[in-house]
Nanobody, 115 residues
Framework: QVQLVESGGGWVQAGGSLRLSCAAS????????MGWYRQAPGKQRELVAT???????NYEDSVKGRFTISRDNAKNTVYLQMNSLKPEDTAVYYCASTLGGLRSWGQGTQVTVSS
């Protein structure tokens, strides 16, 4: 099992920016698809963005053009740069790794965007 530790969440006003980081405990990171998900109160967890081992990215429609996912394989770390934040982006953000059908989750980090 991969251990994932997120950081970088916090409070920001609408229009502001935050960068989330997720450090993985194992070197299998380089082969894994990494992703960010979020869960708002009373809602199901949803995909935000993913990045494959080759760097291919995928985004949920509402964050396209505002969020950027990237990875640093030398540091076993994946990032989520969030710009032009909106109140509806408020949620707990989770990092996930997927490899060989197995998914591991981080503990989550709170992002709060005030209007």
């Amino acid at each position: 099992q991969v251990q994932l530790v997120e950081s970088g969440g916090g409070w920001v006003q609408a229009g502001g920016s935050l960068r989330l980081s997720c450090a993985a405990s194992r070197s299998i990171f380089i082969a894994a698809t990494m992703g960010w998900y979020r869960q708002a109160p009373g809602k199901q967890r949803e995909l935000v963005a993913t990045i494959g081992s080759g760097g291919y990215t995928n985004y949920e429609d509402s964050v396209k053009g505002r969020f950027t996912i990237s990875r640093d394989n030398a540091k076993n770390t994946v990032y989520l740069q969030m710009n032009s934040l909106k109140p509806e982006d408020t949620a707990v953000y989770y990092c996930a790794s997927t490899l060989g059908g197995l998914r591991s989750w981080g503990q989550g980090t709170q992002v709060t965007v005030s209007s």
